[in-house]
């Protein structure tokens, strides 16, 4: 099945600075990169995904990179702010699949 | 519109006790799924169903058991609990994923077994 891969575990920035987290995935066939945040004690929530036809996608702030040919996907959140404090997961699924599978997670902490 | 409702939200159990988590959801999802979270180790996929009437196991699917009860409802039961299955844990529903449709979570349930 697919396996990702992220990094890395824990990254601190000074509030205003931009923060990068990177994934690795092993099936080539994936199509479908979602990203979590998930704030202390609160359920996973969707903040951007992008399709494996896509090569980059932004919104506001935040922005995810594609790489299929490296099989590498990247969230990259500018401008960071307190509320950015979380913990950021990527996932992976593939064309057909029924599920996704979970990088082990990044905690983001924004110092002031 | 409640999206994605699991109860209980905390639970302690002792060894050997048996249990159910119950999922609801109201978006008219096909897909239906329970993952287990622990530090430092992500989100876990227990087990799924892609539809109605379907069920499969995830990768760590030993200790418990899965019941899609009708297309809104899919329970979590385990047997005789261990410590080893304190986590917290998220029901989930979704269009398939493969289609590029991202699932949403549920509150989540945070779990103890002593």
């Known amino acids: 099945g697919e396996n990702v891969e992220q990094h890395p575990s824990t990254l601190s920035v000074q509030e205003g600075d931009s923060a990068v987290i990177k994934c690795t995935y092993s099936?080539?066939?994936?199509?479908?990169f979602p990203w979590y945040k998930q704030e202390l004690g609160k359920r996973p929530q969707l903040i951007i995904d992008?399709?494996?036809?896509?090569g980059e996608k932004k919104d506001q702030r935040i922005a995810v990179t594609l790489n299929k040919t490296a099989k590498h996907f990247s969230l990259h959140i500018t401008e960071t702010q307190p509320e950015d404090s979380a913990v950021y997961f990527c996932?992976?699924?593939?064309?057909?699949?029924?599920?996704?599978?979970f990088g082990a997670g990044t905690t983001v902490t924004v110092r002031a | 519109n409640a999206g994605v409702t699991q109860t209980p939200k905390f639970q302690v159990l002792k060894t050997g006790q048996s249990m159910t988590l119950q999922c609801a959801q109201d978006?008219?999802?096909?897909?239906m799924y329970w993952y287990r979270q622990d530090p430092g180790m992500g989100l876990r996929l227990i087990y799924y169903?892609?539809?109605?009437?379907?069920?499969d196991k995830g990768e760590v699917p030993n200790g418990y058991n899965v019941s899609r009860l009708n297309k809104r409802e899919f329970s979590l039961r385990l047997e005789s609990a261990a410590p080893s299955q304190t986590s917290v844990y998220f029901c989930?529903?979704?269009?398939?994923?493969?289609?590029?449709?991202?699932?949403?979570f549920g509150e989540g349930s945070w779990l103890t077994v002593v």
């Open positions: 989930a529903s979704g269009s398939p994923v493969g289609r590029g449709n991202t699932i949403y």
């Open positions: 099936d080539s066939a994936s199509n479908y």
């Open positions: 992008i399709r494996s036809n896509v």
């Open positions: 996932a992976a699924s593939g064309a057909g699949d029924y599920k996704l599978s």
């Open positions: 978006m008219n999802h096909n897909s």
């Open positions: 169903s892609a539809s109605e009437g379907t069920t």
